[in-house]
């Protein structure tokens, strides 16, 4: 069994940043594409980032492009969201996910995390 714990939320003022890390356990770090997702109240889910098993390729949404930076350990088992110039929009759950490796340019994630608030006042 697959586990996913997100940490590193909080509320924070507009242009502040944080950093969110997802540790995984149960199966080879390794092996997995991460993705980072957040969910707002009253919206559905979306995608924020992604990182291939290797670190070697990474994708964000347009609306966290050059703000965000996606990024992998696979010595300590964890991906991490870095969050720059944060924005009262940024407000959410935030989610990481695992993948095969490869499926995450599909959107095929298998395992969730439980979510980290992130909180952006104005």
């Known amino acids: 069994q697959v586990r996913l714990i997100e940490s590193g939320g909080g509320l924070v003022q507009a242009g502040a940043s944080l950093r969110l890390s997802c540790v995984v356990s149960g199966r080879s770090f390794g092996n997995y594409d991460m993705g980072w997702f957040r969910q707002a109240p009253g919206k559905e889910r979306e995608f924020v980032a992604r990182i291939s098993w290797s670190g070697g390729s990474t994708n964000y949404a347009d609306s966290v492009k050059g703000r965000f930076t996606i990024s992998r350990d696979n010595a300590k088992n964890t991906a991490y969201l870095q969050m720059n110039s944060l924005k009262p929009e940024d407000t959410a759950v935030y989610y990481c996910?695992?993948?095969?490796?490869?499926?995450?340019?599909?959107?095929?994630?298998?395992?969730w995390g439980q979510g980290t608030q992130v909180t952006v006042s104005s």
């Open positions: 996910a695992a993948a095969t490796r490869g499926w995450s340019i599909i959107g095929k994630y298998d395992y």
